[in-house]
């Protein structure tokens, strides 16, 4: 029989469910020390020389330096959104702080070490053309290579290779029928090409006025090449990447992602996310900014010419804020002062997201990155990722629980999902019934957001309301731009371009 492999809540630095395991925090300070600039030091914003520190009540130091040049600004969120905002405004002399409520940082791009081993927990990779993203990350020394990123269907118990960006060889998949082949080859990829403007500059306000927004990509699907593009196309893309169901996807989203996974040609960084956003950090600390993790923060206020950020127990201010978390997140906080706005953001519906790291024993290496199956075929697990298969250092798999799973088991025991993906898991993957020797569970409560019919127009509505945010608050976040990394760090970089004229007062 096999050995049961321990299973834990991943950066929760709390014990294993199994076998009084310690599960270590993931990506968490150690102690009162913090790694900055290349060297272990206390948790300060610079070697503890950059000149004085005040200090909030509550909490301890949140980092304002007064030999700092420029205003302060406080960050809220540590994903990708929050950091290319810091690190852009960090770069213009401003002194920053990051607030980040995990003890890791990314957001729904995060990784992971653990043991010597590293792992990017979703789906997370650049395109080629992801110009912000890629340009930004190789200013923090970070590099990427590519990577095959081939799918493949688990479709009547046998695995079949399917690959969007090669018509010939989506033609040549067993995954899809002849009848779907032809029609995806002579309708629907043409209709992409026709409107690629659309689907490479992501023009939202076009999108907007189509009819493709207006209705879900099921109805559309199933509509124009019936149920089987719905079941067996659509359900495994969205739930792999978005964590939604057709049923309450905009078309027009769902023809954006399509276009993207058959022209893009996927990269990924070096030496995983954990290690990027670790370099991210150390360059924004070293020029004085502060990465703070674990505090949940529970309101922003604006007074004047200052903004005021509260968590359980303290308080800081500065001139200005960043608030880079999920919409159902900030909402509450922006009630008091600017209620339209808080308003629109409600009407981002939150998704949760899960995923299982599994930790094994020996390399897994086969031609696919991303193994799904059809609804109806799926069972829990929208899709296995293969980490060996990028060649960044991961490794082992991360399974990324389907839709329905994710709500059913966002706040179950890391044991009971386990538990409930495990024969799936074993069955999609026979080697993993013996190899499994670490089991972690993550969880996104605020995953995501639903891109229900009219995102496209909703989207556009909220530019008319930015005025009453003011001009020291900004919104971060890839649900403002585009589903992916490269969508986060443009918003995070617009948002800090709108703050740069305040340090210029």
Known sequence: MATLPRVGVGGSGGLAARGGSWVGRANGAVGPFRRIGGHWGLGLASAGLAGDRRFRRGGGAVGSFLGAVGMRVLVIGGGPAGLAAAWRLSEAGHAVTVIERRDRLGGRAAGVESRGARADLLAQFLADADAAAKA?????????????????????????????????????SGALSWSLKWKLGTKYLPLLQRNRDLWENGDGDRLAHTAWD??????????????EFVDVVAAPVLGTYLASLPEETTA?????????????????????????????????????GRIVRGRAVVGVQ????????TWEGGEDEAEAAVVAVPPAVAA???????????????????????????????????????LSAPRGERGPLAALLYLDGKGNGTAGLVAILAPEAARELVDAAA????????????????????GVVDVQVFRWAEGGVRFRPGYFAHRRAGAELTPELGPRVRL??????????????????????ALLPLGSR
């Open 136 to 172: 930004w990350l190789g200013r923090a020394g970070i590099g990427w290579r590519p990577f095959s990123g081939h799918d493949a269907l688990r479709r009547r118990g046998r695995v079949h290779a399917l690959e969007y960006g090669s018509v010939a060889r989506l033609l040549a």
């Open 214 to 227: 207006a209705e879900t990509v099921a109805d559309w699907g199933a509509r124009e090449f019936g149920e």
């Open 252 to 288: 027009a989203m769902f023809h954006l992602l399509a276009w993207r996974a058959h022209h893009a040609r996927p990269v990924t960084v070096d030496s995983g996310w954990s290690a990027a956003w670790a370099a991210v950090c150390g360059g924004i600390e070293a020029r004085g």
């Open 302 to 309: 604006v007074d004047g010419d200052r903004v005021r950020v």
């Open 332 to 370: 509450p906080w922006l009630d008091a002062w600017a209620p339209r706005v808080a308003q629109w953001l409600r009407g981002f519906d939150p998704v949760p997201a899960i995923s299982v790291w599994l930790r094994v024993a020996t390399p897994l290496r086969p031609a696919h990155f991303a």
């Open 415 to 434: 044991e009971t999902v386990w538990d409930r993906i495990r024969p799936t898991v074993e069955d999609w993957e026979p080697r993993a019934r013996q």
């Open 476 to 497: 971060a976040g890839d649900y403002l731009v585009h589903p992916s990394i490269d969508g986060a760090v443009r918003s995070g970089q617009e948002a800090a371009r």
